[in-house]
């Protein structure tokens, strides 16, 4: 798997990387919704680059003009509830792209600190031999993404998968590597080391989805 680690370079991604993990500014809903859409406005164009280009001729009132644009039959399938404003950041540059719901969630059995994660819902086109772009904000133990990928596996083989993260942990990123195909990529905005004793990121930025549409109980 490739990943592709946006914060290491320097751009304005970072500004709204800061805003997503002050614990003053997340407070704004609105705000911390609309930087994870512009994230992935900025994931989007990047991803963009490593799509198949074909020539295409547009007529303008003033002649012809040649122009290399993407050709991929995209599906863009995000994790209810925290990949939907990530989703709509994709959404505003793939705006021809086909859309997949799925939702997945930890499951504490015994009430304690150990969980199961849980695949309940699927809608989707069919995804055979398209390009899949997978959604989900926060890729913490990895857990969540390997059994969305089990469940969807189910329903067809796409011809490329490309993973798209805001905030990941170093353990999330390693442990999917071994479960998604060889030539998978990964689109990740910021990677930081640690994961606590409850599987979040540490320093990353909390609950994204309470913090995106309110705490759930």
Not at 9 to 31: H, T
Not at 121 to 142: E, H, N
Not at 161 to 168: A, D, F, L, N, R
Request: net charge negative.
């Amino acid at each position: 798997m490739k990943v592709h680690h946006l914060a290491k370079e320097k751009s304005i991604l970072n500004k709204f990387l800061l805003e997503l993990r002050s614990v003053s500014i997340q407070k704004d809903a609105m705000r911390f919704r609309r930087n994870i859409e512009r994230i992935g406005e900025v994931l989007g164009y990047e991803l963009s680059k490593n799509l198949v280009f074909e020539s295409k001729e547009v007529t303008t009132p003033l002649g012809v003009k040649s122009t290399e644009i993407p050709v991929n039959d995209v599906v863009l399938c995000s994790i209810l509830r925290a990949g939907l404003p990530l989703h709509n950041g994709l959404l505003n540059y793939f705006d021809d792209a086909e859309n997949a719901f799925i939702s997945a969630y930890r499951h504490h059995p015994n009430n304690d600190e150990e969980f199961e994660i849980v695949v309940e819902y699927f809608a989707s086109p069919s995804i055979d031999g398209k390009t899949l772009l997978l959604v989900d904000p926060m890729l913490a133990t990895g857990r969540s993404l390997v059994a969305v990928y089990e469940a969807i596996k189910k329903y067809g083989t796409p011809k490329k998968i490309q993973i798209v993260s805001v905030i990941g942990s170093t353990e999330g990123v390693e442990y999917i590597a071994d479960f998604f195909p060889e030539n998978t990529d990964l689109w990740i905005a910021d990677i930081d080391e640690g994961l606590n004793d409850k599987g979040y990121i540490v320093p990353g930025l909390g609950d994204a989805g309470d913090l995106a549409y309110g705490v759930k109980e």
